[in-house]
């Protein structure tokens, strides 16, 4: 496969999901990791990935940033993306797919799950138009509300 793909961690020495290089790695993929959204716009620009993986802690840092000036720039408005957070609400899921994230995956449940995207969303070789991306966070939210509404019920 070796598809190159560009990680973008949220510190040099910490990160979301510090095994995501390495389990990538072994499935044939070609890796490279940098801690800033600045750095990974001029990699972006020298070598373009396949795909582009971005740790997000909270909108306000590293999420939406990134993934718009990505989204903005004709060479990498089709470039797949995945955001790794940790627990965020489902308002800034929703701001963060609208922003351009492709998929979003916990950094707790990261391991296969980002696998799977990653290679679901390299096979696609294709970004979601706006209505696509606005649908799908539509479709994610109703599914939360889905799943909340039915915990409560089995808690009540």
Do not use: K, Y
């Given at each position: ?98 922003a351009g994230f492709d998929r979003l995956v916990s950094g707790g449940v990261c391991r296969q799950a ?43």
């Amino acid at each position: 496969m070796n598809a190159p793909i560009l990680i973008v961690t949220l510190d040099a020495e910490w990160s979301l999901a510090p095994e995501a290089p390495a389990m990538l790695g072994l499935r044939g993929h070609s890796v490279r990791v940098t801690p800033h959204g600045a750095v990974a716009l001029t990699q972006l620009a020298v070598a373009r990935p396949n795909l582009l993986v971005v740790e997000v802690l909270d909108i306000a840092r590293h999420g939406t940033a990134l993934a718009r000036i990505v989204r903005e720039r004709p060479a990498f408005a089709q470039l797949p993306m995945i955001g790794i957070t940790q627990e965020l609400g489902v308002r800034d899921q929703a701001t963060l797919m609208l922003a351009g994230f492709d998929r979003l995956v916990s950094g707790g449940v990261c391991r296969q799950a980002l696998v799977r995207a990653a290679e679901e969303l390299m096979s696609q070789h294709r970004g979601p138009g706006v209505l696509e991306v606005c649908g799908r966070a539509a479709a994610w939210a109703a599914q939360h509300a889905r799943d909340h509404c039915a915990q409560v019920r089995t808690v009540s």
